[in-house]
């Protein structure tokens, strides 16, 4: 992949996009960059995978029921 121009406005562009925080035309005219520009679209892939690779490997413990009970009477009293 060559190096492109301006990378870290592509960098913040990329997780913008796959956040849905673009604006609707803003977004549009990144689709089509992806399908125009294939080292755009290599970046978008990439950070698919790491965000697939995270969300499968990290570790995520889970709540016993009487611990998230303990939270709500503490916040609700």
């Known amino acids: 992949m060559k190096q492109l121009k301006g990378k870290h ?3 913040r562009l990329v997780h913008q996009y796959l ?5 609707v035309d803003k977004q549009e005219q990144f689709k089509a960059e992806i399908d125009n520009n294939p080292d755009v679209k290599y ?3 990439n950070e698919l995978v790491f965000r697939n690779l995270l969300k499968k490997n990290l570790y995520k ?3 016993k029921p009487n611990v ?3 939270i709500k009477k ?3 009293k």
């Open 43 to 45: 970046m978008v892939e």
């Open 9 to 11: 406005s592509y960098d």
């Open 19 to 23: 956040d849905n925080q673009l604006p």
């Open 61 to 63: 413990p889970e709540l």
């Open 68 to 70: 998230v009970d303990a």
């Open 74 to 76: 503490t916040f609700l």
